[in-house]
């Protein structure tokens, strides 16, 4: 019986009992006792190695990385209730889930964990995510990390989604987010600091509502820094634009309509001419403005917009700013012999700009009604204007051949400009002058399919006196696929500049609108620049400039094609 006092007998040290005959000896045995552990063990220690490399493919051997490849940080995320090996480089994001040995134990089956990426220049935010309760503001539990990515979706449209990586120790989490933040602050192009310009007035008055509900959160969510301007009255930007400061900003962004940003856009290349000293009442050569432009489609026909993004939406403009893609974009210059008017992408005289002067005649009437009135009542009362066109053919040398080139444009600088300018002369319903493709719902391949945002060129559509119906047949065109231009009375030029001469009627009809007869009889004429109304007498000299601006945006070419259809007409 075992007490408290009955000792442990340890068993005694002695000599190995002599071995029965034809057995083997004790220390043999021993010896492969051992011999066998340190097999077991062996095998264990592989185990763990072996697992590791069917669970998680990216520690197995692989050829050396790309430049941008490298893993910077490798670790373990819960990312949707799933334990993951997740990898971090400069150029992506790769994560496969941690999947369990083979349920046999059978190392010939090879379990494949799907491995997930993400791209880097697809990620605009990364913030540290933490659970607070009602009212708290600072601190709280971490949870992990949340990464938010640009995401293509159909028709062209951008969106946001959030990744969230969640991991409870702190040093950790501390650690991804100081070297994702580090690779995201090496993007160049993109925005830290933004002048933005809000309308109140434009379209049905949502300019404000779409900034504040849809972009101001994805600005802050990016951790750019805005200072906004809710414009009171027409040419407040351009006011606030000549005193401002751009130095301070990365970027101006113009919330509204095509008006708008025709006056931000001036204002901004006006303010860089200023800044250079160069003369604002003739500028030939005029500089480059000094920060992108962004719009925001809040207006009517948001013109730009669709040109720069292929659809109207703002979620999807935000994006492209916070991405900072950007776009080198033609800009005019529009001018008489004595002053510059104003910069430009586009510009209408005659039926485009008469629909618009009698629409801002009509500003008491909601927005769509008072254009369809004013389309409507231009159309009815149809009349061509005489006028001069002087315009200069764009030489496109090529570029195969590159010693006939220069002596090509040193024969054309020899002769002179004299002889290159073409001359047209007669009455004409309409006269479009563009310099990028002006896409829009109303035309979805453009007002001018046949240039391009950066081509160095303009595409001038003259429009003959024609009947009124044969006149419609070509505006329904331009809601359709086929080709606006396939008719005998219209004309298309590739040009680098024009002068648009008008010439004074001797008499009137009494039956003529009112508002035309006041405009002739004081030797104006209007022009619709870029939605926005002028009226000039004099010859009007219009250039185009390469590359003057950079809007945030894409090229128009890579984007799908439009979907849009209209049938107003």
Same mark, same amino acid.
């Given at each position: 019986?075992?007490?408290? !006092? ?10 190995? =009992?002599?071995?029965? !005959? ?11 006792? $051992? ?26 051997? /692989? ?173 407040? /930007? ?41 003369? %604002? ?15 925001? =489609? ?8 669709? %040109? ?19 776009? =080198?974009?033609? $800009?005019?210059?529009?001018? %008489? ?82 002889? +290159? ?22 035309? =979805? ?5 046949? %240039? ?11 429009? +003959? ?55 002739? !009889? ?40 439009? +979907? ?6």
């Amino acid at each position: 019986m075992l007490g408290a !006092a009955a000792p442990f007998l340890r068993p005694q040290r002695g000599a190995w =009992p002599e071995p029965p !005959a034809g057995g083997r000896p004790p220390g043999e045995r021993c010896a492969r006792a $051992v011999a066998a552990g340190a097999a077991r063990a062996r095998s264990s220690a592989a185990a763990p190695e072996e697992r590791r490399r069917r669970v998680a493919p990216l520690a197995a051997a /692989a050829p050396p990385a790309e430049a941008g490849e490298e893993p910077l940080l490798r670790g373990i995320f819960e990312i949707s209730k799933r334990s993951c090996d997740v990898v971090l480089s400069a150029r992506r994001l790769r994560w496969s889930p941690i999947l369990p040995e083979s349920p046999t134990g059978d190392s010939s089956v090879v379990l494949q964990a799907q491995e997930e990426i993400i791209e880097m220049k697809d990620v605009f935010s990364v913030k540290l995510k933490r659970r607070r309760f009602v009212g708290q503001k600072k601190g709280g539990t971490l949870l992990g990390i949340t990464i938010f990515k640009c995401l293509n979706k159909e028709e062209n449209k951008l969106t946001d989604c959030a990744i969230h990586l969640n991991n409870l120790s702190e040093d950790h989490c501390h650690s991804w987010f100081t070297h994702l933040k580090e690779i995201l602050n090496g993007f160049q192009n993109r925005p830290k600091s933004l002048k933005v310009f809000v309308n109140p007035s434009s379209h049905k008055r949502e300019a404000t509502h779409v900034y504040y509900e849809q972009v101001a959160p994805l600005f802050k969510l990016a951790d750019i820094k805005t200072d906004v301007t809710v414009t009171e009255y027409e040419g407040h /930007a351009l006011s606030v634009l000549k005193e401002c400061e751009l130095q301070a900003f990365d970027g101006v962004v113009c919330v509204g309509g095509d008006g708008s940003v025709s006056e931000v856009a001036h204002g901004l290349l006006l303010k860089a001419q200023i800044d250079a000293g160069k003369d %604002t009442d003739y500028i030939p050569t005029p500089v480059k403005a000094p920060v992108p432009l962004g719009v925001i =489609p809040a207006g009517t026909a948001n013109i730009l917009a669709h %040109t720069l993004y292929g659809i109207k939406h703002a979620v999807t403009a935000t994006l492209h700013i916070v991405m900072g893609h950007i776009q =080198p974009v033609d $800009v005019c210059t529009f001018s %008489t012999p004595s002053k510059l008017l104003r910069f430009g992408f586009s510009a209408m005289f005659g039926f485009g700009a008469r629909t618009l002067a009698l629409a801002e005649k009509h500003r008491w009437m909601p927005s769509n009604q008072r254009k369809d009135f004013a389309f409507i009542k231009t159309l009815a009362d149809l009349k061509p204007e005489e006028c001069e066109l002087s315009f200069l053919p764009l030489q496109i040398p090529q570029e195969d051949c590159h010693e006939n080139d220069r002596k090509k444009k040193e024969k054309i600088k020899k002769k002179g400009s004299k002889d +290159q300018w073409h001359k047209i002369q007669g009455h004409f319903l309409n006269v479009s002058i563009m310099a990028i493709p002006c896409l829009c719902s109303m035309a =979805p391949r453009g007002l001018a399919p046949n %240039t391009r945002l950066n081509n160095g060129s303009m595409a001038l559509i003259v429009v +003959q006196n024609t009947s009124r119906t044969e006149f419609i047949k070509h505006l329904k065109r331009y809601a359709s696929i086929k080709n606006q231009f396939n008719f005998p009375f219209v004309e298309t030029y590739t040009v680098q500049e024009v002068k648009v001469q008008p010439r004074l009627k001797s008499g009137f009809d009494a039956k003529e609108n009112t508002y035309l007869n006041a405009a002739s !009889a004081e030797g104006n004429y209007p022009w619709n620049i870029d939605g926005d109304l002028m009226k000039e007498a004099s010859e009007v000299h219009v250039r185009v400039h390469p590359q003057l601006i950079n809007l945030y945006g894409v090229n128009t070419d890579d984007l799908e094609c439009s +979907q849009a259809t209209c049938n107003c007409i």
